[in-house]
């Protein structure tokens, strides 16, 4: 597909055209080195949907390591050896602490992850509690406490927390090589039932875990079925002591290409910048909004450093965007 072609597709997808699942593949199969094509009709598809402003969330690594799964690319599982900090639950004071700080800035969303296949339910409990205390704060929040069930979900609704967070990680066809102690499916039903009673759902995935572009795209369309509300893009940091730990296969071309990807399937969604920016983007870290990403998780990560709230808000304003509106509704931000 040439550039004419490219943004004759975002315009067909802004008039409500959905391409076929050909189409799809002849942009996924655009090499690397071409991403650049990509950015016109990316571009144009964010900017109409979000205009030149910029989501941001930040999270709270409230409970870490010794997690049961095995999950290849992460530090946290008990499967992996490396130096990552192991603590239990933080206290609900703790917990809330990270939203409070949050709400002081121009961040939009503050959400606290823990590890494990489940939090416990009594954990489940703190964790609402906290983000309860945060429902009268210039904060949206958000959690991520993995394969829960649908009390626990009306336990998080109930306290206020109006988005969860459970990505798929990787396509289908490409799970297994990824995890083995539980399923792709169990993941998808627990999306479902936070939807159930009501959540908004931010969803997605890691690359650079030996997936395929055929599997970048296929994720990205199992995500647009779920109808999820927002779509967090990680980038592979290898991690002594992982299984994926000599595995450096992206590039920052294929990283835009990834965001692009994502962008032309998921016109109207967030689109968010997480984990590995900085380390597999470099110094073409800026083109992400142009490549169509609408949002970036701000501050560190679960177990890597990240980019300052500050470094970002610089980055933002060189490049005449905004901040989003602390005012717009929390399902939607």
């Not at 409970?63 to 990552?84: H, L, P, Y």
């Not at 703790?94 to 961040?107: N, S, V, Y």
């Not at 959400?111 to 309860?132: N, W």
Request: negative net charge; hydrophobic residues 35%.
């Amino acid at each position: 597909m040439d550039r004419k072609e490219l943004f004759d597709l975002a315009i067909n997808i802004l008039n409500g055209n959905i391409p076929n699942d050909s189409k799809y593949s002849e942009l996924a199969s655009i090499p690397a080195r071409e991403a650049v094509n990509l950015f016109p009709g990316a571009d144009m598809i964010r900017d109409f949907h979000f205009g030149r402003q910029i989501h941001l969330c930040a999270i709270t690594n409230g409970k870490s390591g010794r997690c049961s799964e095995d999950c290849s690319f992460c530090a946290q599982s008990s499967f992996a050896k490396t130096d990552t900090p192991v603590y239990p639950l933080m206290s609900k004071d703790e917990l809330r602490e990270g939203g409070l700080q949050a709400a002081k800035t121009p961040i939009n969303r503050f959400s606290i992850v823990t590890s494990g296949k489940r939090l416990p339910q009594k954990e489940v409990v703190v964790v609402a509690d906290a983000l309860s205390d945060l429902t009268e704060e210039s904060i949206s929040t958000c959690a991520s406490l993995g394969i829960l069930d649908s009390d626990d979900f009306a336990v998080l609704k109930g306290a206020g927390t109006t988005r969860y967070h459970h990505n798929l990680e990787t396509a289908k066809s490409h799970f297994d090589q990824m995890c083995t102690t539980h399923t792709w499916q169990e993941r998808i039903d627990t999306i479902l039932e936070a939807k159930k009673v009501g959540l908004s759902i931010c969803s997605g995935g890691v690359f650079g875990i030996g997936e395929t572009d055929e599997q970048t795209l296929e994720l990205a369309l199992q995500l647009r079925d779920l109808d999820v509300d927002c779509v967090p893009l990680n980038f592979l940091v290898p991690i002594e002591g992982t299984p994926l730990a000599n595995r450096h296969e992206l590039t920052p071309l294929r990283c835009l290409k990834i965001i692009a990807i994502f962008r032309y399937v998921l016109p109207d969604k967030e689109i968010l910048i997480c984990g590995g920016r900085e380390d597999n983007l470099k110094d073409l870290h800026p083109f992400i909004f142009y490549a169509g990403a609408s949002g970036k998780m701000t501050g560190n990560y679960l177990t890597t450093s990240g980019r300052t709230l500050q470094k970002d808000l610089d980055l933002i304003k060189q490049l005449e965007f905004t901040t989003r509106n602390k005012l717009r509704m929390p399902e939607t931000d």
